[in-house]
């Protein structure tokens, strides 16, 4: 581990400190400058630095691209392989091009400024038997801000960098057709009470975070609707995003009375963290974390007897993050 952090260092020196602008210290140097470092070992640092900055910028490279195959592996592949070569390269710099230094003594806490020179010289002097300095800062800068750049990049998935609109578009428009599950159109006759379903916009990519819609059938009269959206449930059918709006889960659970009189009214739950949302009020969060209503889609029945969406949700889709409630659904 010494030899690691002294390789990393001496590289690392070569940025700031060029040899012939640093004289020895007053006493003279205290590493033996020894015999040059073996070139074979300083290429295959440089080699293996090399490789570590082709392997992060690799995995920029497929962490991009969405049409490439088995892209979760190939990312595990490229990250874990530039650290791997990474640390292959300064253990290989650390054994063949730092000269070794055994300490006798207890290694303290330096207390005097000349102790913390002494020690700076040695850093600095730990490199000077290296020949090829440029071509290993070169292939060590390109390394480390390969692979640093590859560190950070997942967190792009967070959200979008600067553009958040594509967030806010939806497939729905009014008219489209609800296609269940199977495929098929949606009959509204055919809706169940006490019965969950999901359902697509008719040729829309179903993988869309707008996409997706929870439709249940409750009676008429148990609907309390805001007033605007009086006209959104035909016989009682109410639709919704499947999309949680506190971390973006999909709604899978419906819960019913199974004893009406004493139990809760029918409601939409989250399994994540089971947050809770009453369909019969227009999806208002009745439990849980979720910080807003799931948005409701407006629903008609067309004159083949197929649910259609009357338009588009009522407020924006998706997980909560900041300026959500600021704009709705394009
Ligand atoms: S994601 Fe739905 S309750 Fe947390």
Known sequence: MKRFFLALLAIINGFRR???????????????PGPPAPRGAELAVAAL??????????????????????????EGLTLGGAFLFLAIALITAGKHLVPEEEVEEDYHDPEHPSEEEAIDQIVRE???????KKLLITAGGAAGAAVGLAAITPALTLGPLLDTDELRDTPWRRGLRLIGDDGKPMFADQVEEETFY????????????????????????????PPERAQWAPMGI?????????????????????????QPRPALVCPCHYSTFDPARGGEVIFGPAGR?????????GSDGVLRAGGNFSGQVGPSYSTVRSRGPT
């Open 238 to 262: 109410v639709a919704f995003s499947k999309v949680c709006t506190h971390a973006g889960c999909a709604i899978a659970l419906y819960r019913k009375p199974t004893f009406a009189p004493t």
């Open 126 to 132: 730990s490199g000077s038997r290296i020949t090829r």
């Open 18 to 32: 060029r040899r012939s602008e640093e004289p020895p210290g007053p006493s003279g140097p205290i590493v033996s």
């Open 49 to 74: 630095l090399l490789v570590a900055a082709l392997l992060g910028v690799g995995f920029m490279f497929v962490y991009a691209t969405e049409s490439v195959g088995n892209r979760t592996q190939w």
């Open 293 to 301: 209503p799931l948005p409701q889609l407006p629903l008609m029945v």
């Open 198 to 225: 999901t359902a697509f916009p008719e040729h829309a990519k179903r993988d869309l975070l707008g996409a997706p819609v929870v439709v249940v059938r409750l009676p008429p009269a148990q609907l309390k609707l």
